[in-house]
């Protein structure tokens, strides 16, 4: 790897992937789940980027598969997305500015995405287990700027105070899809470019059950299991109804009526819609009743419904 072109990257490393081949499904799974895992903590300090569309380039080389984010990722987005992206990021650059972020830029939002990732693995890994979210005994750096925690081995990791911020309001299964992939002779790695080189962090066969249920299988009964928790979905589909008590609707969306829900404000504002068919911009939710994830029918949280079609009792009404 070019370290000098790359703002980080996930890969998989060992015997199983020597030949820079791995299975369609396992490195879908792992696209998503790095895709996810990127616009997530993106939305986090920028939310106005959470309906962006972006790729992430992947490059199979002989000795591993890699998928990285280059340095000039800022400059491909707006150009493939041209005057929305450039609506978006400046809304964004001018609530960054009004929070002293006056050099935060474009290409920083994804460094501190990839760093996220990286010590969401690394805590995980220190704490065994990625749903504590409550730390006894921490320590401080002179400055203030770290924060030591302490594993049940009494080993203290001093964490950045911005990313345990937002570790501690992070999925616990934040990495689930990556960490899937892994089995002897396969270990995930994410590594980010730093000044005095690149940081990894590897999360291995020992660490698998930390991240993701190992004995988890998939239900066959399952609807559309294709939406995975915590991802980001375009889906067109038409709206059913209304329901004010619950501030939800139904989406009916490939002949099922999914519940959809307004990421803000209420879902009366949505009523013109009613009937008509739209296009969803929103995550998916499959936190079952017992707060696990694996409901057998997602959820949707919308940002956005767009109409293709007009109503027919106000065709103006959308202009």
């Known amino acids: 790897m070019d370290e000098d072109k790359y703002l980080g990257y996930i890969k998989y490393d060992g ?3 020597e030949d820079g081949l791995m299975d369609a499904r396992k490195q879908a799974k792992a696209l998503i789940g790095f ?28 000795g591993s598969w890699e998928a990285l984010i280059p340095e000039t990722v ?8 041209g005057v929305v992206a450039t609506a978006y990021f400046t809304k964004a650059a001018q609530k960054m500015a009004d929070k002293d972020f006056e050099d935060f830029g474009i290409t920083d939002l994804f460094r501190l995405a990839i760093e ?3 010590w969401f693995a690394r805590i995980g890994k220190h704490m065994g287990n990625v749903a504590i979210r409550k730390f006894e005994s921490v320590q401080f750096t002179d400055d203030l700027t770290r924060i030591g925690i302490t594993n049940d081995n009494g080993e203290v990791l001093f964490v950045p ?11 616990p299964r934040l990495l689930e899809s990556m960490a899937e992939n892994i089995q002897e002779g396969r270990s995930l790695v994410i590594g980010s470019l730093q000044a005095n080189g690149i940081d990894e962090e590897i999360v ?11 004995d988890a299988e998939l239900d066959e009964d399952v609807l559309f299991p294709e939406l995975v928790h915590g991802d980001y979905v375009v889906l067109e589909g038409e709206v059913t109804r ?14 099922h009526i999914l519940t959809a829900y307004p990421e803000t404000g209420s879902i009366v504002r949505y009523k013109p819609l009613l009937f ?12 079952d009743e017992l707060g696990r994830i694996g409901a057998r029918r997602p959820k949707l949280y919308f940002s956005n419904l767009e109409p293709l079609e007009e109503d027919r009792d106000d065709l103006g009404l959308f202009e």
């Open 116 to 118: 996220s990732i990286k």
């Open 74 to 81: 800022a400059g491909w987005v707006q150009a493939g997305l």
């Open 161 to 171: 105070k911005h990313i345990l911020d937002l570790y501690v309001s992070t999925n």
């Open 276 to 287: 008509l068919k739209c296009r969803l911009f929103g995550t998916v939710n499959r936190i």
């Open 204 to 214: 291995d066969v020992l660490d698998k059950s930390i991240f993701c249920d190992e």
């Open 242 to 255: 209304e329901n004010k008590t619950s501030n939800s609707m139904g989406f009916k969306y490939n002949d």
């Open 35 to 62: 895709d996810s895992a990127l616009r997530y903590f993106i939305a986090k300090r920028a939310p106005e980027f959470r309906n962006l569309d972006f790729e992430i380039p992947v490059r199979v080389r002989k």
């Open 15 to 17: 015997p199983l992937v």
